[in-house]
């Protein structure tokens, strides 16, 4: 009588996995500190040109929007703070 496919008594041919070959260092190794590090600096470069960079009006904009949300911000925290202030010296005295 035959096993199944897959049965445990018969492991299957694809179940079997080859020896993988490790090398050592990898592509790194083959190259010196300097090489490495030019490499990385033209990786960076070429990064930074993919980039897309806001318009000066654009700029301007998100600048602005943010200087206001800090400004209302150090506004809530400074009424909060105020507030809690008055509260501590009601409660305790």
Known sequence: MTDAVGSI???DA???EPEKKTRKGGKRA?????????????QIVAELRKV?????TQL????????????????LVTVIDYGLDHAAKYVFG
């Open 52 to 56: 897309v960079w806001p318009s000066r």
């Open 60 to 75: 301007t904009r998100y600048t602005t929007v943010v200087i206001i949300f800090v400004v209302v911000m150090i506004g």
């Open 9 to 11: 008594d018969t492991p």
């Open 14 to 16: 694809q179940d079997e």
């Open 30 to 42: 083959k190259k010196g500190p300097l090489k490495r590090l030019a490499l990385f600096y033209r």
